[in-house]
């Protein structure tokens, strides 16, 4: 991949590939160098970016899944105790061992494992993921989150079912930008999948809604334009 970027070029098309997902790459892969040498300093084992990959794989997708996080049966609520219950829990299904990869990798098995049983179920769970994702809904754990629920319902002038839709038809006027506005899109492309691939929380949507805001400015300033 380097060396297709750094490579000269007199493709039109290639050079603006180029010069569009040359950065993004190789800044994507500097960072995932960084932290597989950081776990790997810290763990003694090579992964990419958390131990906990796979039990959130499980509480997004797994038999008591239902579109946002719910904590395992049998493993403690907190980040000491998920780290500590969910190696325990897979070394005894193991008899064996594991280092944080493979403990990682046992909870993605066990999912993948129930998602081959029941595909029906796993579809609609990506159906109701997707639907959380463009909805209202915020699903926030932290106690400032839930206070602020009640006012915010009832002092939210722009709530998130007008700036979803509106934000959709201003991306789509910027059509003939599409290519200044890869590293955006690429963005809000990628919390969409992290939340069908795990489950939907309040901080993946968090990410992506000053860009959105901006993109339903755009349709807002295009109707003032029409009716002008």
């Avoid at 160098?33 to 970016?49: C, K």
């Avoid at 005894?92 to 066990?110: H, I, N, Y």
């Avoid at 179920?121 to 932290?142: I, M, P, T, V, W």
Wanted: glycine share 6%; aromatic share 16%; with cysteine.
């Amino acid at each position: 991949i380097l060396l297709w970027i750094i490579g000269k070029t007199e493709n039109p098309l290639r050079y603006k590939l180029k010069r569009m997902i040359g950065p993004f790459l190789i800044g994507l892969s500097l960072m995932g160098a960084f932290l597989f040498i950081r776990n790997y300093l810290v763990f003694q084992d090579w992964f990419l970016i958390s131990p906990q990959g796979g039990l959130s794989f499980y509480a997004g997708n797994g038999p008591a899944a239902d579109g946002v996080f719910r904590n395992p049966d049998d493993i403690r609520p907190d980040h000491f105790g998920q780290d500590e219950d969910q190696r325990l829990l897979a070394e005894k299904a193991t008899g064996r061992r594991l280092k944080p990869a493979e403990v990682s990798a046992f909870w993605f098995k066990q999912t993948l494992t129930y998602i081959r049983r029941d595909p029906f179920h796993y579809l609609k769970l990506l159906f109701h993921k997707a639907r959380l994702f463009l909805s209202d809904d915020e699903n926030g754990h932290s106690i400032d989150l839930l206070l602020q629920r009640a006012w915010q319902r009832r002092l939210d002038i722009n709530p998130f079912f007008i700036i979803c839709p509106f934000a959709v038809l201003g991306w789509g006027l910027l059509r003939k930008k599409r290519g200044e506005l890869f590293p955006v899109d690429a963005m809000i492309l990628s919390q969409f999948l992290i939340t069908l691939l795990f489950f939907h929380s309040t901080r993946h949507r968090a990410a992506i809604l000053p860009f959105l805001l901006m993109f339903e400015s755009v349709f807002i300033f295009w109707i003032i334009n029409q009716i002008k």
